[in-house]
């Protein structure tokens, strides 16, 4: 074994996780590919081909560079934990009227489990992934902070591991902007990789279209839920939608039913298949409720603290206080927030580092 | 270059002879008499456009003159870590030029890392560091000198395009043959 260590590096057979690969390899660890199956696309239905992080040219590419290298690379199927712990929650988080973030919970639950599980099988001192974030070591406890390229920062969808799980992590991409990594895997000869555009769906839902995943998944969908009311928030009905768990917070486009003036989905109320729509100003929020929390920063926020919210993937985040009551955290927003998804998560910022983060429950 | 004037040439020679077929398609026996002259013509003018379109708006500034012994130095991206180096550099000893290896990444492959060689007794080299956002980033770049005004300019125009917000940062290095003491190095981001 290196005196760095053996690491165990988790290959989507993308241009992040290769180089992370490469990049560890050339510090000096012993490095282990593993490459995860999570969902065969052929289950989507209506999908064309495999493509991005699930398919068999993903796969054969990771596999490529392990050999290039010398470094053993293995697949590791967790089609069934990954089935049954992120897409049944994913389809019933949108069946309860709320707007999941699959990736989020793949981390918190199953990548860093397997790969942790798989990495003590096999001996590894560390696991290490792709991600543009950056980890250390502080007043004991194991702190994420944003990727050193703010635009592709990757931090928010790491606030659930565990201070257990994030003491043998490592990110070696979180030094280094995204371009420069795309010239060195040019400067290595990965040309074709260097040119890979980036897979921005999740990996189970062809072309991002969830809502043809949601009918797919589940048997007479459409017809169970087709049919309920738009309705304004004073009560009024003003016409008919296709189903509730077709629609999301903040969802302009695609509503087909005209007002005179833009209109929003502001809550979706499952219980009696309504969805409410109003004007931008309804979708304003001064207050949330955010459930299952989990703190990476700090053991406990003892007293209100000032912190940066994120309230999505691509938010800039908002200056906001923060109570901790046990699991929950309140949030209250001095300036009012557009359209908080309750499903979707929260995650606190102090200056670059993650404090903690968790699920949105309520907005009010 | 030859390539390029080969290409001109060619989509010139396509242009007018798809002008001469519309032409005989007119079916107008005066004008046929004319073609050869014509065909010409077409040819000498499109070339023309092109050459404009492709050289005509670099203009030199005013005064200066480019330095056409100024060449790109590439420094590799895998070993040389430009995210701790300064933002602008201006080295003429080699002594101060291989300081630069301070930055150079703890890799396997760049422990046998050497700088691209450079004659420090003819040239000097400069950098500026650049960061943009975009998709496809070009750099051109270029180095004028005004004896008058004793000043060197070099002027590094980025041009973006794509919708996206990749950061993209080069450290723009280049060589020019030994810069004058007395000079100034005037560097212009476009």
């Known amino acids: 074994m290196s005196n760095k260590g053996r690491v165990l590096v988790a290959m989507s057979g993308g241009i992040d996780s290769t180089m992370a690969a490469v990049m560890l390899h050339e510090e000096g660890y012993e490095v282990i590919g593993i490459t995860m199956k999570t969902w065969d696309y052929a289950s989507s239905g209506g999908s064309k081909k495999e493509t991005g992080c699930c398919s068999l040219d993903s796969i054969n590419d990771a596999r490529e560079v392990a050999v290039h290298y010398g470094f053993p690379h293995y697949i590791l199927d967790i089609r069934s934990e990954f089935g049954d712990a992120i897409i049944d929650d994913f389809v019933s988080e949108y069946l309860a009227g709320r707007t999941p973030n699959p990736c989020v919970l793949c981390n918190t639950h199953i990548k860093w489990t397997a790969l942790l599980k798989r990495a003590e099988n096999l001996k590894c001192n560390f696991i290490a992934t792709g991600h543009y974030a950056n980890i250390r070591q502080e007043n004991g406890r194991y702190v994420i902070s944003k990727g050193k390229d703010q635009h592709k920062d990757q931090s928010y969808v790491l606030w659930g591991i565990s201070q257990e799980n ?59 839920v087709a049919g309920g009311d738009f309705v304004l928030s004073d009560g009024t009905t003003v016409g008919k939608h296709k189903g509730y768990p077709f629609y999301t917070i903040g969802q302009r486009k695609g509503l087909e039913i005209a007002m005179g003036n833009p209109m929003y989905v502001t809550k979706i109320v499952p219980e009696n298949n309504t969805v409410v729509i109003g004007p931008k100003e309804e979708l304003q929020e001064h207050n949330m409720i955010v459930k299952g929390l989990n703190l990476i920063k ?9 912190v940066l919210t994120k309230i999505r993937y691509h938010d800039p985040g908002t200056m906001s206080t923060i109570t901790q009551k046990g699991d929950n955290i309140q949030v209250k927003f001095p300036k009012p927030v557009n359209a908080i998804a309750p499903g979707q998560s929260a995650v606190f910022y102090e200056g670059d580092d993650i404090i903690g983060g968790g699920i949105i429950q309520a907005n009010n | 270059m030859e390539e390029l004037f080969r290409q001109i040439i060619n989509f010139s020679c396509n242009f007018s002879s798809l002008e001469q077929y519309t032409i005989s398609n007119t079916k107008l026996p005066t004008i046929t008499g004319l073609l050869p002259f014509r065909h010409i013509t077409v040819t000498l003018v499109c070339a023309v456009i092109i050459m404009l379109a492709l050289f005509g708006c670099r203009k030199v500034p005013k005064g200066f003159d480019k330095i056409k012994d100024a060449s790109e130095v590439t420094l590799s991206v895998i070993c040389m870590r430009y995210d701790n180096m300064d933002n602008t550099y201006i080295i003429n000893e080699d002594s101060t030029y291989q300081k630069l290896l301070v930055h150079k990444n703890d890799f396997t492959s760049c422990s046998t890392y050497v700088l691209p060689e450079i004659d420090f007794a003819n040239y000097t080299l400069i950098a500026k560091k650049t960061s943009v956002e975009g998709c496809n980033v070009k750099i051109d770049k270029n180095v004028y000198v005004n004896s008058d005004k004793k000043e060197y300019l070099y002027i590094i125009e980025v041009d973006e395009t794509g919708d996206c917000t990749d950061l993209i940062i080069n450290m723009n290095w280049m060589t020019l043959p030994k810069m004058e003491d007395d000079y100034e190095l005037v560097i212009e981001v476009k």
């Open chain 1, 166 to 224: 994030l003491k043998k992590t490592i990110f070696p991409l979180g030094k280094y902007v995204k371009d420069e990594v795309r010239k060195m895997a040019y400067e290595y000869g990965f040309k074709e990789l260097a040119k890979k555009s980036e897979s921005y769906e999740i990996c189970f839902i062809p072309e991002n279209d969830y809502r043809g995943f949601l009918k797919n998944r589940v048997e007479g969908l459409e017809e169970k």
């Open chain 1, 298 to 306: 700090y053991q406990s926020i003892e007293s209100e603290l000032e």
